[in-house]
């Protein structure tokens, strides 16, 4: 299959990933367009189904990071996500949406905008985007258990970010 | 917030625990602990909630994205460029057809339309239609690779029915219809 195949394929894959790293849907489709022109123009060497979608997820974390980086991370206004949220919660029949209160909402959302793009980054992977510590690891060259770590450390940030707020549960 | 004095279950442990990580014995050596340490319980459930809101932010985002027209938005790029190539083709080998055809049966009076010409024409635009069918049938047939792609698939099979109804693209794409 061909890498612009895997790109198709795989679309909804790289882009739950660039929506977790906080990015708006313009900018979001901004970065998928470049992951794709990267696919089109093709990878430095043949790679097969796996290795290419790996190859493709690398690109897209590392165009976000750039574009982080450029626009000093999460520019969406916390207010702009409370408002879309209040507004899909109306509309929303899942029960675990309509039992979540907008102090928690703020508070995670502070927390993300403040956390460390290294801890940031495998948490979206791995709670959005489905991938595990090894497919992690791969694609930010990390060892397993290094990826493990960071993941224990942004779950016990966030957890912490709640219990500081003194939200009851 | 509440301090972490507990010195049996580490916080590690208990986010393994949270995620359903950890072995069956262990979790219920977590759980039974869990039960009785006021500062485990609130972190477990701390570790629970804060990933639910947390997937409720991101859900939030991804609700603001135009969901369907992304993976048209890549295949028209890919698609844009296969029509350039087949429109090209299909307008080298009218133009060929057509001036061996001219040399062939040039017009006996300079007024008017031959036979002849014509005939041409119509051999011209049924070359044409059968092309753009056939590469139209082309690109449906890639994209149906794609299970996201099933509308649009239909839809393009359907246009092909339509408009070049007498050509063997249609007559496929009836089938894939049916």
Redesign the interface.
């Known amino acids: 299959m061909s890498i612009h195949s895997v790109f198709i394929r795989h679309i909804e894959r790289l882009r739950r990933l660039v929506v977790a790293m906080g990015l708006s849907a313009e900018e979001g489709q901004d970065i998928l367009q470049d992951v794709y022109i990267e696919a089109v123009k093709g990878p430095p060497k043949y790679l097969g189904d796996k290795e290419a979608l790996k190859w493709l997820m690398k690109v897209a974390v590392n165009r976000c990071l750039l574009e982080f980086r450029q626009r000093k991370r999460h520019n969406r206004a916390a207010s702009e996500i409370l408002r879309q949220w209040e507004e899909l919660k109306k509309d929303s029949s899942w029960p675990d949406m309509q039992a979540i209160h907008a102090e928690e909402v703020e508070a995670m959302m502070q927390c993300l905008r403040e956390m460390d793009e290294s801890l940031q980054v495998p948490l979206a992977m791995r709670y959005f985007c489905d991938l595990n510590s090894t497919e992690i690891g791969a694609i930010l060259d990390l060892e397993p258990g290094a990826v493990r770590k960071r993941l224990y450390k942004g779950r016990i940030i966030l957890a912490e970010a709640l219990l500081q707020k003194g939200i009851k549960l | 917030?509440?301090e972490d004095t507990c010195q049996i279950v580490s916080?590690?442990e208990l986010?393994?625990y949270?995620d359903g990580e950890l072995s069956p014995s262990v979790a219920g050596r977590i759980a039974k602990h869990v039960a009785k340490c006021p500062n485990c319980r609130?972190?477990a459930?701390?570790?629970q909630?804060?990933?639910?809101?947390?997937?409720?932010?991101?859900?939030?985002?991804?609700?603001?994205?135009?969901?369907t027209r992304?993976?048209e938005?890549?295949?028209s790029?890919?698609w844009s460029l296969r029509k350039i190539a087949a429109v090209a083709a299909s307008i080298l080998l009218v133009l060929g057809v057509g001036a061996v055809w001219r040399m062939l049966s040039r017009p006996t009076e300079r007024t008017g339309i031959s036979r002849e010409q014509a005939l041409a024409v119509e051999i011209k635009r049924k070359i044409s239609e059968s092309s753009d069918a056939a590469r139209l049938l082309a690109a449906a047939e890639l994209l149906s690779?794609?299970p996201?792609a099933e509308n649009s698939v239909k839809e393009r099979y359907q246009h092909i029915v339509e408009t070049y109804p007498e050509t063997t693209a249609a007559a496929e794409a009836r089938q894939k219809i049916q």
């Open positions: 917030m509440k916080k590690e986010v393994a949270a609130s972190m459930e701390a570790l909630r804060s990933l639910q809101v947390t997937e409720v932010i991101w859900q939030t985002s991804e609700s603001q994205w135009p969901k992304l993976l938005r890549f295949q790029s890919k690779k794609y996201e």
